[in-house]
């Protein structure tokens, strides 16, 4: 078999076309950031009313706990989903809050209703709902459990930027902006990836002002971030191709595919240079949208005649990544190791559930088990979606797929004798199994 040991495909993220970088890194007047929004979103937003600006998707949600917990003192907890990103964790301690941790389910990946409702409290002082992969859990319950409880429901959109509404039943929503309070992240190996920045949009208005007397208080980035801001942006340009992708991903201090806990990150304003890279993408995240979403109907085709495997709820959603559901951990392990041999390293997204990650262990001190968060994180491989990856590139990635499912299983291992099913038919098995 051919090897690619000098060539890897990024998990995620998009190009960033030379001429764009140049004029947006040396362009005198940055755009107001609410004018990322305006028209490009179908959101409707007076021009910096309600939304700011920060230098992390982690700082926002900061921001926005910090607000809350001046609004309501005597609240302390926050609850988050048990498998989500670990920087969710951080943005909490920093606020001085206490991370509770709660069920996801396994058909858009939410929170398992009755688990959020047996969690809140009278110490809940937010619910954060996270759109894991960019798709838009159902929201209705979350919102009527925390308002019947008085915290506020706060969306985490770092995955989801731009993406399109869901329809059950009902019109839908864009995810971002229905809840009391969403952010959105730019940092790397997200839907528009410029390495730097968050988005705060508020609805509600005593959040909004509560932050936005905070935003006034942080330090703005200086001369130094803005030039070390442009050298990091130029590497990304450089190294976002698999024929160099590999440079950087064999570097092991970088970090690459992975999300750290980190007990401490940098929280200022956002950097305007940052701004106008991100106001001038904004006129590909349409043509991002639709690769994304042609490439997940592409593998759904492909991959639902495989056994053992569970498919995505949507079949063609534009996903960050596309989630493919294993029906074993000896199965996904098989198509992990596949993967890697042909250059995809970075199929995993979160490794465990957040109480079960060594450096949150002592911190969180949370012993329960959340099984439907154990089982995707233990079966869940994710697959590229983004326009970086070529056709060769995909029929590669099938390839590797289908020797892993062909294999026989190892002694031991549970095989599914129903073949590919949706994930919510993987929800309806899990049920049953509890």
């Known amino acids: 078999m051919k090897t690619y040991r000098f060539h890897s495909i990024p998990p995620a993220g998009n190009k960033i076309p030379p001429a764009l970088l140049l004029r947006a890194l040396w362009q005198a007047k940055p755009q107001p950031p609410a004018m990322l929004f305006a028209g490009n979103l179908g959101v409707n937003l007076d021009v910096n009313r309600n939304v700011l600006f920060l230098s992390s998707g982690r700082a926002a949600l900061w921001l926005t706990l910090k607000a809350a917990s001046r609004l309501q003192t005597r609240r302390q907890e926050v609850i988050v989903p048990a498998y989500t990103c670990p920087a969710v964790v951080s943005a909490v301690l920093k606020a001085g809050l206490q991370p509770v941790l709660c069920d996801i389910n396994l058909e858009d990946f939410g929170y398992l209703p009755e688990a959020l409702a047996d969690t809140v409290s009278e110490r809940t002082l937010a619910v954060v709902a996270v759109?894991?992969?960019?798709?838009?859990?159902?929201?209705?319950?979350?919102?009527?459990?925390?308002?019947?409880?008085?915290?506020?429901?706060?969306?985490?959109?770092?995955?989801?930027?731009?993406?399109?509404?869901?329809?059950?039943?009902?019109?839908?929503?864009?995810?971002?902006?229905?809840?009391?309070?969403?952010?959105?992240?730019?940092?790397?190996?997200?839907?528009?990836?410029?390495?730097?920045?968050?988005?705060?949009?508020?609805?509600?208005?005593?959040?909004?002002?509560?932050?936005?007397?905070?935003?006034?208080?942080?330090?703005?980035?200086?001369?130094?971030?803005?030039?070390?801001?442009?050298?990091?942006?130029?590497?990304?340009?450089?190294?976002?191709?698999?024929?160099?992708?590999?440079?950087?991903?064999?570097?092991?201090?970088?970090?690459?595919?992975?999300?750290?806990?980190?007990?401490?990150?940098?929280?200022?304003?956002?950097?305007?240079?940052?701004?106008?890279?991100?106001?001038?993408?904004?006129?590909?995240?349409?043509?991002?949208?639709?690769?994304?979403?042609?490439?997940?109907?592409?593998?759904?085709?492909?991959?639902?005649?495989?056994?053992?495997?569970?498919?995505?709820?949507?079949?063609?959603?534009?996903?960050?990544?596309?989630?493919?559901?294993?029906?074993?951990?000896?199965?996904?392990?098989?198509?992990?190791?596949?993967l890697s041999n042909r250059g995809f390293k970075s199929a995993v997204l979160y490794p465990a559930p957040l109480n079960e990650l060594p450096r949150l262990r002592e911190v969180l001190q949370d012993t329960r088990v959340y099984p439907n968060a154990h089982s995707l994180s233990s079966r869940l491989v994710t697959l590229p979606l983004h326009s970086g990856l070529s056709h060769e590139d995909r029929s590669r990635l099938l390839e590797a797929i289908r020797k892993a499912c062909a294999a026989p299983p190892c002694a031991g291992a549970e095989s599914d004798p129903a073949g590919s099913a949706s994930s919510r038919e993987l929800a309806k098995r899990e049920r049953g199994c509890r």
């Open 131 to 338: 759109h894991l992969f960019g798709y838009p859990c159902a929201l209705g319950r979350v919102l009527d459990i925390a308002r019947r409880s008085g915290s506020y429901a706060i969306e985490d959109a770092a995955q989801a930027f731009g993406n399109p509404p869901v329809r059950r039943g009902g019109p839908g929503y864009r995810p971002g902006f229905e809840a009391d309070a969403g952010f959105f992240s730019f940092g790397r190996g997200k839907p528009l990836s410029v390495l730097h920045g968050g988005v705060l949009i508020a609805s509600s208005e005593d959040l909004y002002h509560e932050a936005l007397r905070i935003y006034g208080n942080l330090n703005r980035s200086g001369r130094f971030q803005a030039l070390r801001y442009s050298a990091y942006l130029a590497a990304y340009w450089l190294f976002w191709r698999p024929s160099l992708y590999w440079i950087p991903s064999s570097i092991p201090f970088l970090h690459l595919g992975e999300t750290l806990f980190e007990k401490d990150f940098l929280i200022r304003r956002g950097l305007p240079s940052a701004g106008s890279v991100l106001a001038n993408l904004m006129h590909s995240l349409e043509r991002e949208l639709q690769t994304r979403s042609a490439t997940a109907a592409w593998y759904s085709e492909r991959l639902g005649s495989l056994p053992g495997l569970f498919l995505p709820p949507d079949p063609a959603y534009p996903y960050l990544r596309y989630p493919l559901v294993a029906a074993t951990n000896e199965l996904r392990d098989r198509i992990l190791c596949e």
